[in-house]
């Protein structure tokens, strides 16, 4: 799995950005308090997607990242750009509609439905970002990357980003020499595929073809039940280890563990105990965390070591991008011999 070199394109450019990540971002509304929706008289106001999660947090562990997408010409659109630059996100790529609106979602914190369980209610039909199509994928932005991380979110928001999405993974030359890697997060979303006037089926398909295609893959071992009905991360690494098959395959067990199947070769990291105070995001920190170790060139261990403690971070806050721990913080685990984190992550 080569990873092209940091310093320049094969067109000379300096490289943008060590990852591009592609998809929606939505301005967020919830309860400051993580109280119930309906009880509140105010909100606050934050942003989050998928995809520029991952940026922000690759930016959090000191890695270059940039975000392209689209956004309406509207307040919330300006505040994510803001907020998205704040955090060391490129977002000079990203296209502004003026006609069709940025993206929408409400978060609904359910205290008596258990610990970190929150709903969410989407409002992104007809959004500037669901206009996204296979033309996006001659961006110059995006032949300048290392990695390109794409998320199965993206390919349930409309024909056009399901094209766009097929392009990108299904349509591209493997193994070429100058492009970069792609990852790719299953991200199985079944609320968002029914809406589009999907089945299971259909989800299930689509997201397996956009799966096998991809360099790395993400994928969560619950939706993998539930997608394709394979629950053990072995028999998920072997459906998804078909030609063109993805070098790298990583499956995430919650509070259990992940495992990677590449080169032959199966590593499992058991999580750390943490205090869950909401789930939303822990699975884009997770990826966030295993690309930088695969940008640093380190060996499987330390690459879900790194996701671990990047998902622990989103889990312990209500925000969807969350503070990642110092590199001081990350290296004095990374450096834990395999007993001691396995005794920790016992606690």
Not at 37 to 44: D, H, Y
Not at 119 to 135: D, F, H, L, N, Q
Not at 308 to 317: D, E, F, I, Q
């Amino acid at each position: 799995m080569p990873l092209p070199p940091p310093p320049r394109a094969a067109d000379g450019h300096e490289r943008t950005a060590d990852v591009v990540c592609v998809g929606e971002t939505m301005a967020v509304l919830g309860p400051p308090d993580g109280g119930p929706l309906a009880e509140q008289s105010l909100l606050s106001m934050a942003v989050g997607g998928a995809e520029s999660n991952v940026a922000c947090a690759l930016a959090g562990l000191g890695r270059r990242a940039a975000w392209l997408s689209r956004l309406g010409d509207d307040p919330f659109g300006r505040r994510i750009l803001a907020e998205l630059t704040a955090r060391g996100v490129d977002v000079s790529a990203v296209e502004t509609d003026p006609e069709r609106p940025t993206g929408v979602y409400f978060k609904d914190p359910a205290p008596d439905s258990g610990v970190g369980h929150t709903r969410t209610y989407y409002y992104r039909r007809g959004s500037a970002a669901s206009a996204m199509g296979p033309e996006l994928a001659r961006h110059p932005a995006l032949r300048r990357a290392r990695i390109l991380h794409l998320s199965g979110v993206a390919a349930a928001l409309s024909d056009s980003c399901a094209r766009l999405l097929e392009t990108l993974l299904v349509r591209r030359e493997h193994g070429a020499t100058s492009g970069p890697l792609v990852s790719f997060d299953v991200n199985h979303r079944p609320a968002l595929w029914r809406r589009a006037g999907h089945d299971g089926t259909d989800a299930a398909r689509a997201l397996l073809a956009l799966a096998r295609a991809a360099d790395i893959v993400f994928v969560g071992r619950d939706e993998a039940e539930e997608l394709w009905g394979t629950a053990r991360p072995d028999d998920i690494a072997h459906l998804l280890a078909t030609a063109p098959a993805p070098a790298v395959v990583v499956v995430k067990d919650a509070e259990h563990g992940a495992t990677s199947y590449a080169g032959g070769l199966r590593t499992f990291v058991p999580s750390l105990p943490t205090k869950v105070v909401e789930p939303v995001g822990a699975g884009d920190a997770f990826a966030a965390g295993y690309l930088t170790g695969v940008l640093e060139d380190r060996d499987e261990g330390s690459r879900l070591r790194l996701g671990h403690l990047a998902a622990a971070a989103a889990l312990r806050t209500r925000d969807d991008v969350p503070v990642m721990p110092s590199r001081t913080e990350t290296d004095r685990c990374l450096i834990l011999d395999e007993g001691t984190w396995a005794a920790t992550a016992r606690r």
